[in-house]
């Protein structure tokens, strides 16, 4: 088989409402040359095998289960353990894509050879009060064209961006034995400047790609304790 250019990882947990929007939003890329490892974390609402009808024998998807429940970075782990793509995308269950989104950012890191991509998102709430309560603005950053390290992006933005809203090289993280720290939250921070410190050429694409739903029960909706 091909090898996938792209590899797009899906935890889930108890978000069998969300799925379709998710998935279709896949099978409906322009670009077609990926795989996506969606990592079932003991899911109690019957995730799994809704994932699989909507699936529906698309080859280009295959599907792990964890034997406990141990959150996101232990699923998302898994994925990028079994992960065969030249670049590693993350993208939560309960958000999509829009239809040219792995196409848009494959050309932009083909065309500027680049280890590492960061991209836009649009927020979507389920309520006026989850509005009133979480706002999140991404249409304020400044374009950027150029191509830099991982550490002057980040200084020239002074800001720091979700793990899911960039596509990074496997290489970049294999090489550098990078993995997700389990067992904290917010575990996407950390994550981020273990890539951004290794990333010697990075760049930004000033679109939305990426649609973000803020929904209740969600871990930037909810209240946590991060301990390290």
Do not use: W
């Amino acid at each position: 088989m091909e090898s996938p250019r792209i590899s797009v990882i899906v935890p889930m947990y108890n978000c069998a409402p969300y799925l379709e929007e998710c998935i279709e939003s896949l099978k409906n890329q322009t670009f077609e040359n990926f795989e996506v490892l969606c990592v079932d974390d003991c899911s109690t609402d019957g995730s799994l095998v809704a994932a699989k009808e909507l699936v529906q024998g698309d080859g280009r998807f295959c599907f792990f289960e964890l034997e406990k429940n141990s959150g996101q970075s232990a699923a998302r782990n898994v994925a990028l353990d079994n992960a065969r793509g030249d670049y590693i995308v993350l993208l939560d269950a309960d958000d999509y894509f829009v239809g040219d989104a792995l196409e848009k950012m494959i050309d932009r890191a083909d065309r500027q050879q680049l280890e590492d991509l960061y991209f836009s998102a649009q927020a979507f709430y389920e309520s006026k009060e989850l509005f009133e309560q979480v706002r999140e603005e991404y249409n304020n950053r400044p374009a950027f064209e150029d191509v830099t390290t991982g550490m002057r992006l980040f200084t020239f933005f002074e800001f720091l961006p979700h793990a899911a809203l960039r596509m990074v090289k496997r290489s970049l993280i294999e090489d550098n034995h990078i993995r997700f720290y389990e067992g904290i939250i917010h575990e996407d921070v950390l994550f981020t400047f273990q890539t951004l410190v290794h990333s010697q050429r990075t760049s930004y694409l000033n679109e939305p790609l990426y649609r973000r739903r803020v929904r209740v029960g969600s871990t930037m909706t909810a209240k946590h304790t991060i301990l390290f």
